[in-house]
């Protein structure tokens, strides 16, 4: 199974709301990951997750909160967005890298969670 | 400042035409790897090349890395109409971690 998949698959929200994305995958990868793109832009590295543990968080707002219960599983809590956060919200993992460095071998990506805040 | 630029920004040819897309980047890196994504949708992983190697084949796809001049290329031999998508270039920092970051991307439309 090579397959990494994303709920929901569009989701429309307020600025009061709070909600949630959900990530999994069942390939054995122990880094996870979130991206935010934007139309016509790439991908944007938002957190990472290596062994359950946040490994990485390139200074997101505290409005998006990201959660890793176990091994397979990876989610994004989102609450006050704001309009300049709709977006494609992209989930990937990665096995453990080689010698070369961890985390540095092929992402497989799910077909990402479309966003649009009111 | 981003790691990996490409160009053209964007291309179009004939259906059994090549399609040739460049990436630069600034910094020293592990592999520098070259995804596809559809309109919309998640991205797919094409090729992967290390930073000791200059030239890597799968397919129709011939990627090369100069790292002297921080540089790759993806050729597409024999495009079809279901090559139309964005090209990414992205690159693995020789620091270590996970930190991989995208190239601006190349949108390639091929006509039929």
């Known amino acids: 199974d090579t397959e990494v998949t994303q709920t929901p698959k569009h989701l429309v929200m307020g600025m009061t709301n709070k909600k949630s994305l959900k990530c999994e995958q069942h390939m054995g990868h122990r880094a996870m990951y979130w991206y935010k793109q934007k139309a016509k832009k790439p991908p944007e590295l938002m957190f990472v997750y290596s062994y359950e543990k946040l490994s990485i968080n390139e200074s997101v707002p505290s409005r998006f909160s990201p959660e890793c219960p176990n091994s397979s599983l990876l989610n994004l809590h989102l609450h006050a967005l704001q309009p300049e956060d709709s977006a494609l919200y992209l989930c990937?993992?990665?096995?453990?890298?080689?010698?070369?460095?961890?985390?540095?071998?092929?992402?497989?990506f799910g077909p990402g969670t479309r966003l649009l805040v009111l | 400042s981003q790691q990996g630029e490409e160009d053209p920004q964007a291309l179009s040819i004939q259906e059994g035409e090549n399609a040739t897309m460049n990436c630069s980047y600034k910094?020293?890196?592990?592999?520098l790897q070259w995804y596809r994504q559809n309109s919309g949708r998640g991205l797919v992983h094409l090729i992967l090349i290390r930073s000791n190697e200059r030239e890597k084949h799968s397919g129709r796809l011939r990627v090369t890395l100069d790292t002297s001049k921080k540089s790759s290329s993806l050729l597409i031999t024999a495009s079809r109409a279901a090559d139309t998508a964005s090209y990414f270039c992205?690159?693995?920092?020789?620091?270590?971690?996970?930190?991989?970051?995208f190239g601006a991307g190349t949108r390639l439309f091929v006509k039929a």
């Open positions: 992205a690159t693995g920092g020789r620091a270590g971690g996970f930190k991989t970051i």
């Open positions: 910094t020293s890196i592990n592999n």
């Open positions: 990937a993992s990665s096995s453990p890298g080689l010698a070369g460095g961890p985390g540095h071998e092929t992402q497989y």
